[in-house]
């Protein structure tokens, strides 16, 4: 069983379908002992930072994702699921989950990114990735693959070289793929990204990791 952490952000039914429509069964779930059981846990969502670690901090949940990442069982974050397993986010001036040392940031402040007046903030729609290590969640992702964004804010570990698994150019490069032993995360997302997002969330329901 494959759980989807609800912790009061957007976009959850979006991705039990895509996961139910690759054929795993999964739930949306709150409930701390069910994610302890589950073989796997994906940690989506959209909205703001500060209320999303309010939510996790009071129902408990971001003790249990710490652990079932510390216990090495596989875990995915898409979207805001990914910005907040940094330590902070610039968003609300966020302290986050820390799984991965680093912080989340806006585009607005990025200086290259503000000489570039023409480009919009929300960053939305379809972009390639140009991946920087392999991987077995991403082992069928195609040069001329496109996938779905919808983020005003995005990872940048400490450890660049050691973290960042792919980028994804809009007016400067920014991290759209992480990972470390047992998580994956992606600033796209894969349940909105057609084939190409289907095929990474079938690698990430076989993939087990070696860590």
Request: net charge neutral; proline share 5%; glycine share 8%.
């Amino acid at each position: 069983m494959i759980a989807i952490i609800d912790y009061n952000a957007g976009n959850l039914t979006s991705v039990e379908r895509a996961i139910s429509n690759i054929g795993y069964k999964c739930i949306i779930t709150k409930d701390i002992q069910e994610i302890e059981k589950a073989d796997r846990i994906i940690f989506p969502g959209v909205g703001a930072a500060g209320s999303a670690m309010k939510s996790l901090v009071k129902t408990g949940l971001d003790k249990a994702i710490k652990n079932y990442f510390y216990n090495g069982k596989p875990i995915l974050g898409i979207c805001l699921g990914t910005q907040i397993i940094m330590s902070q986010s610039e968003e609300n001036n966020t302290e986050c989950l820390g799984l991965i040392n680093g912080c989340t940031k806006a585009f607005s402040s990025n200086s290259d990114f503000k000489q570039i007046p023409s480009l919009k903030v929300p960053h939305m729609g379809w972009n390639s990735i140009n991946l920087l290590s392999e991987h077995p969640v991403f082992s069928s992702i195609k040069k001329d693959d496109e996938f779905y964004f919808v983020h005003s804010y995005y990872p940048f570990p400490d450890d660049y070289s050691k973290f960042v698994l792919g980028v994804t150019d809009y007016g400067i490069s920014f991290p759209s793929i992480i990972g470390y032993k047992n998580m994956i995360a992606t600033q796209f997302h894969a349940e909105k990204s057609g084939r190409p997002g289907l095929e990474i969330l079938k690698n990430f329901c076989k993939w087990e990791p070696s860590c």
